[in-house]
């Protein structure tokens, strides 16, 4: 074999056990009791502290290449996934220049990560109006899906679908067999609310009201019931729509759903005004939203927890002023969400292998990536090495992603990611040596 690493500690299918795991061609091949006779050219003994993880998957990544990117990059974002554990991301459609609504603008995103991404990257597609028939040829380029927005994106060059263009693009994406992720909040909903200006995070709080949440992914499951389509729902943050989302699901309307490290671990109550690191849309919200997020995961109403990085420069954050209304909203957090899960988790009586199953195992179900996020014999030889009980304070001259901003700055944290491998060999931070992913057959 190319590589065995021996763990007394081993997050499987079976939970945690110990065992020796064994690697050829950047696959596993063997997974043995921990004293199994395996030889290797390489071998590898975690200790008794450390926990070996599958590489995480993290579906929902903002790179913003090429076109944005000093708002970050493939390089910078992909080095930020790997020190944190992740080992596979998604890229999203928008923020990069062209946005990914045709096969040449996915050509030309390629061609910017190439021989750039320490992880392996995949890419969604976009669907806005006027180009619902670039669908089909997209998803046979490869992308795994396709994001659409109900209001303003925050960017002009993606515009939101309005209900018919909503209905017209599932039609299609249950014709060809794809999906369609939601960035559900209703515009008339936020159009109605007060707008924000100034510092006062409460204020803000009012301009996103968890209403327009809740009527745009009832409006979503409604689209879906109709025309069968394969749905998901980006970041939930509103806690209300749990009840509907499960009965839609009872009733065998396909839909998943996500939501996202900042939601599980800050409530609203706690953050100061003029913090417009804390602005991203949808909103964190209160303390008892953030417990029913928690019990939405632990009654599997909820299947994956990603990132959403979503990162800009220092400028736009408004730290001058302080302006939750000219802020631009998103949290930088892909290195830090598997930590951040973590600490929230095993203080509410969940194991890594929840985590794992939230952060690894359902994301990679989600973009059909059965060889990723798990540790099977047959699976990517991916690993993160993870020591649940060593602490650190987060500092965001320490992170890898671009732009020095991050939520979590100061705020303590459990759990170190201490290696990261990915099919087999281990991610230095030097080389780049990730794969372009398409959608598998």
Same mark, same amino acid.
């Given at each position: 074999?190319?590589?065995?690493?021996?763990?007394?500690?081993?997050?499987?299918?079976?939970?945690?056990?110990?065992?020796?795991?064994?690697?050829?061609?950047?696959?596993?091949?063997?997974?043995?009791?921990?004293?199994?006779?395996?030889?290797?050219?390489?071998?590898?003994?975690? !200790?008794?502290?450390?926990?070996?993880?599958?590489?995480?998957?993290? =579906?929902?990544?903002?790179?913003?290449?090429?076109?944005? !990117?000093?708002?970050?990059?493939?390089?910078?974002?992909?080095?930020?996934?790997?020190?944190?554990?992740?080992?596979?991301?998604?890229?999203? *459609?928008?923020? =990069?220049?062209?946005?990914?609504?045709? *096969?040449?603008?996915?050509?030309?995103?390629?061609?910017?990560?190439?021989?750039?991404?320490?992880?392996?990257? #995949?890419?969604?597609?976009?669907?806005?109006?006027?180009?619902?028939?670039?669908?089909?040829?997209?998803?046979?380029?490869?992308?795994?899906?396709?994001?659409?927005?109900?209001?303003? =994106?925050?960017?002009?060059?993606?515009?939101?679908?309005?209900?018919?263009?909503?209905?017209?693009?599932?039609?299609?994406?249950?014709?060809?067999?794809?999906?369609?992720?939601?960035?559900?909040?209703?515009?008339?909903?936020?159009?109605?609310?007060?707008?924000?200006?100034?510092?006062?995070?409460?204020?803000?709080?009012?301009?996103?009201?968890?209403?327009?949440?809740?009527?745009?992914?009832?409006?979503?499951?409604?689209?879906?019931?109709?025309?069968?389509?394969?749905?998901?729902?980006?970041?939930?943050?509103?806690?209300?729509?749990?009840?509907?989302?499960?009965?839609?699901?009872?009733?065998?309307?396909?839909?998943?759903?996500?939501?996202?490290?900042?939601?599980?671990?800050?409530?609203?109550?706690?953050?100061?005004?003029?913090?417009?690191?804390?602005?991203?849309?949808? *909103?964190?919200?209160?303390?008892?939203?953030?417990?029913?997020?928690?019990?939405?995961?632990?009654?599997?109403?909820?299947?994956?927890?990603?990132?959403?990085? !979503?990162?800009?420069?220092?400028?736009?954050?408004?730290?001058?002023? #302080?302006?939750?209304?000219?802020?631009?909203?998103?949290? =930088?957090?892909?290195?830090?969400?598997?930590?951040?899960?973590?600490?929230?988790?095993?203080?509410?009586?969940?194991?890594?292998?929840?985590?794992?199953?939230?952060?690894?195992?359902? *994301?990679?179900?989600?973009?059909?990536?059965?060889?990723?996020?798990?540790?099977?014999?047959?699976?990517?030889?991916?690993?993160?090495?993870?020591?649940?009980?060593?602490?650190?304070?987060?500092?965001?001259?320490?992170?890898?992603?671009?732009?020095?901003? !991050?939520?979590?700055?100061?705020?303590?944290?459990?759990?170190?990611?201490?290696?990261?491998?990915?099919?087999?060999?281990?991610?230095?931070?030097?080389?780049?040596?990730?794969?372009?992913?398409?959608?598998?057959?």
């Amino acid at each position: 074999m190319d590589l065995v690493l021996r763990a007394p500690r081993v997050i499987t299918a079976d939970g945690e056990v110990a065992r020796a795991v064994g690697v050829t061609g950047g696959r596993i091949t063997a997974i043995e009791p921990l004293d199994a006779e395996l030889s290797a050219d390489r071998v590898v003994e975690l !200790s008794g502290d450390e926990v070996l993880l599958p590489g995480l998957v993290d =579906s929902h990544v903002h790179v913003n290449d090429p076109g944005r !990117s000093e708002w970050e990059g493939f390089e910078t974002a992909t080095a930020a996934a790997a020190a944190g554990g992740v080992t596979t991301i998604v890229d999203m *459609p928008l923020n =990069s220049l062209p946005p990914t609504v045709d *096969p040449d603008a996915l050509a030309i995103k390629r061609k910017s990560a190439e021989g750039r991404v320490h992880v392996d990257v #995949g890419f969604w597609g976009g669907a806005i109006p006027g180009k619902l028939d670039q669908l089909p040829a997209l998803h046979e380029a490869g992308v795994f899906g396709f994001k659409c927005f109900l209001l303003h =994106s925050g960017v002009d060059e993606f515009p939101p679908l309005d209900p018919a263009g909503l209905a017209e693009g599932l039609r299609t994406v249950n014709e060809i067999d794809a999906m369609m992720i939601v960035h559900a909040e209703d515009s008339d909903e936020i159009d109605r609310a007060p707008e924000v200006t100034g510092g006062l995070y409460a204020d803000f709080l009012r301009s996103r009201p968890r209403g327009a949440e809740d009527l745009a992914i009832a409006h979503v499951l409604d689209q879906a019931r109709r025309t069968g389509a394969r749905v998901h729902i980006l970041h939930l943050s509103s806690s209300d729509a749990l009840p509907m989302l499960a009965e839609a699901r009872r009733d065998g309307v396909r839909v998943t759903v996500e939501t996202c490290p900042h939601y599980l671990s800050f409530i609203a109550e706690e953050i100061v005004d003029g913090a417009t690191q804390f602005k991203c849309c949808p *909103p964190i919200r209160e303390a008892a939203n953030r417990e029913l997020l928690w019990k939405g995961l632990a009654d599997g109403v909820i299947d994956c927890v990603v990132s959403d990085h !979503s990162p800009c420069t220092a400028e736009l954050k408004r730290f001058d002023s #302080g302006d939750f209304g000219e802020a631009w909203g998103g949290i =930088s957090s892909l290195q830090l969400g598997l930590p951040a899960v973590w600490t929230q988790a095993r203080t509410r009586g969940h194991s890594l292998a929840d985590v794992v199953r939230w952060m690894a195992l359902r *994301p990679a179900e989600l973009t059909g990536l059965r060889q990723k996020g798990r540790i099977e014999v047959g699976a990517d030889a991916d690993f993160c090495v993870f020591a649940p009980d060593e602490a650190f304070v987060v500092d965001v001259a320490k992170l890898r992603h671009r732009n020095p901003v !991050s939520a979590y700055h100061g705020r303590p944290l459990a759990g170190v990611v201490r290696g990261t491998w990915l099919r087999g060999r281990e991610i230095t931070g030097e080389q780049p040596f990730g794969e372009l992913l398409t959608r598998p057959s």
